[in-house]
């Protein structure tokens, strides 16, 4: 998917809210060379997921972490002499025709630390941590606010804070 005219590409109004809260942080403080490299660096890597790109790789699922295994992650490099903190999450989304095109989907951009961009993703597409999307999609009732053991968690499931009721259609 390396043709422009092969995608539709999305920027989330929670995305937008992310690249406002860079932006801001350039604003407040315009001699942050840091914060000015990160900003301009998210720019151009998202231009070139419109454009396209690849991404860095692909995510796998993690019981620690939502299921992102149908996302992938861009690394953002501010500074070339250091670890890139912080990623963009996205997803290619098929066409509902068969004739239709790809929708690129942008999802979060955010800090990699204690994996917040993936855990803001996850609760962005209403995935919460410890299933699978083969478990979620054979769900029929809300998995959010019930306890770990109603939710038949697995060992080192984690139930996050204050979690929206998800509903899923079963099969």
């Given at each position: ?114 994996g ?20 979620l ?20 499931g ?14």
């Amino acid at each position: 998917m390396s043709d422009r005219r092969d995608l539709d590409f999305e920027v989330s109004p929670g995305v937008q809210q992310d690249l406002t809260v860079l932006n801001d942080r350039v604003r407040r403080n315009p001699h942050d060379v840091r914060a000015r490299n990160l900003l301009r660096a998210t720019i151009n890597t998202l231009v070139g997921l419109r454009n396209g790109d690849p991404g860095t790789k692909s995510l796998e699922y993690l019981s620690s972490y939502p299921d992102l295994s149908d996302c992938r992650t861009s690394y953002i490099h501010a500074d070339p002499t250091a670890k890139p903190s912080h990623r963009i999450v996205w997803r290619d989304v098929p066409p509902r025709e068969p004739d239709g095109i790809f929708r690129r989907e942008i999802i979060a951009v955010g800090e990699r630390a204690n994996g917040r961009v993936y855990h803001l993703a996850g609760q962005r597409l209403g995935r919460p941590v410890g299933y699978t999307l083969a478990e979620l999609s054979a769900l029929d009732e809300p998995v959010a606010g019930r306890s770990p053991a109603q939710r038949g968690l697995m060992a080192g499931g984690v139930e996050p804070a204050d979690e929206p009721t998800i509903w899923l259609a079963g099969p």
